[in-house]
């Protein structure tokens, strides 16, 4: 059989530039939120991200994301009431989390606790807007109280019932942690959970809104997004870039450190990014508080060892626009408020959910299911072989 002229509509034999992982490819249009890699942008409903960092609070944003506007004082006041009214899970979850063995990754217990609730949810299977943006703020406030339970589980301990007096950063880390937060931790974490709401058309986020394209159910999309997150090339990213750290005990160290890894050609973890040729906006401000965290947890070295890896990559790759992705000083932020490495990704995640869902629920009512195509590249014109002449 000859090979066929055409495919499709285009004649064949075509040339065709394919970007690897649809690098550069358009998907679809948002309004929620925009990454200009080449100054360092990162843009949510048109509010600048220091803006946010600095004035808003995790709530707020979620609802910005969710809504597209800022929230009145009463809309806050009523979606917080929801998300507190959400907060405690069923007892099955609890349950399942429970049985899974000791040495599960915390993502892989995340991801089958968000099923677990999916399948409680009498609901889910209704895809609709209104009842999918019920389920996207059910979802922001349980995937924070499954992810604490965790925590408290891998170390045999009993999950923390939620604090009802509680913002829902701070419920979160008194969650986790099993102690009410002070002010700094709670200021801290707030501001990287807003950092880490949305960034674009990053790979967990594709991945939630190509499963919902197929109206799938909501829970199914954010299972799915957590597994995408899970891989250290995405959420991962930060784990790795601590563990490298960790080891090193003054900057002597992180100099040498630095210069190894450049030496034999090794990736160093918390550095570059897909999509920034500039500084990250979002490595700025936790930079800045990574200082202020490690110092008043008596762990100051952590942050001048960050710092000379830091001023030592960039020497090296700064040029090439190498510089901190968010992933270098989260790390760092975390492991100063005592949260163990393994639950790193889990919190982004508790965060990255609201960008996730705003998504979904943005694609939904025009929606029209993913179907990319690949560039066919192997053999046209084999015969069968029957297996007894094989």
């Keep these: 059989m ?8 285009v004649e064949w034999p075509v040339t065709i530039q394919l970007g690897k992982g649809l690098e550069g490819a358009i998907t679809c249009h948002s309004r929620i939120g925009y990454v200009d890699g080449e100054k360092g942008w990162l843009v949510y409903r048109g509010y600048n991200i220091f803006d946010l960092a600095e004035h808003s609070t995790y709530e707020e944003t979620a609802y910005l994301l969710l809504f597209g506007k800022l929230p009145t004082q009463k809309e806050l006041d009523d979606f917080k009431g929801k998300l507190l009214g959400y907060r405690k899970i069923p007892q099955e979850v609890i349950d399942t989390l429970k049985s899974l063995p000791k040495d599960c990754h915390p993502m892989a217990a995340l991801r089958t606790g968000i099923s677990v609730l999916g399948c409680k949810d009498t ?15 059910k979802l922001i406030s ?14 045999g301990q009993e999950p923390v019932e939620p604090d009802p007096s509680l913002d829902h950063t701070a419920n979160f880390l008194y969650m986790a942690l099993g102690e009410k937060p002070n002010d ?16 674009g058309m990053n790979a967990s986020t594709f991945t939630c809104m190509v499963v919902n394209s197929s109206l799938s159910d909501l829970y ?8 995408s997150l899970k891989g250290p090339l995405h959420g991962g990213a930060n784990e790795r870039a601590l563990a490298e750290m960790l080891p090193l005990k003054d900057e002597e160290e992180a100099v ?26 979002r490595a700025k401000v936790l930079g800045k508080y990574s200082q202020e965290v490690t110092e008043r947890m008596g762990m100051p070295h952590l942050f001048k060892i960050a710092r000379k890896v830091e001023e030592e990559v960039i020497a090296a790759y700064g040029e090439r626009g190498i510089f901190p992705n ?6 760092t932020i975390y492991y100063a408020l005592g949260i163990e490495v393994p639950l790193f990704t889990p919190i982004f995640a508790v965060s990255r959910v609201a960008g996730w869902v705003a998504r979904v629920l943005e694609y939904l009512p025009e929606n029209r299911i993913f179907r990319p195509r690949a560039v ?6 084999k015969e069968y072989v029957p297996i007894d002449q094989r």
């Excluded at 000859?2 to 509509?9: D, I, L, N, R, S």
């Excluded at 630095?258 to 990250?280: C, L, N, Q, S």
């Design 2 to 9: 000859a090979a066929p002229k055409f495919v499709g509509e």
């Design 123 to 137: 609901k889910a299977d209704e895809v609709t807007v209104e009842n999918d943006t019920e389920i996207a703020i």
């Design 142 to 155: 349980q995937m924070a109280t499954v992810a604490a339970a965790i925590a408290r589980i891998r170390k």
């Design 184 to 199: 700094l931790m709670i200021k801290v974490m707030d501001i990287s959970m807003i950092l880490h709401a949305d960034h």
């Design 220 to 227: 199914s999309s954010v299972c799915a997004g957590v597994g």
């Design 256 to 281: 040498e450190y630095v210069r190894d890894a450049i030496a034999k050609k090794k990736k160093i973890m918390g550095f570059g990014h897909r999509v920034y040729k500039a500084y990250d906006p």
């Design 326 to 331: 968010v992933d270098f000083y989260s790390g």
């Design 376 to 381: 066919y590249v192997g053999d046209m014109e």
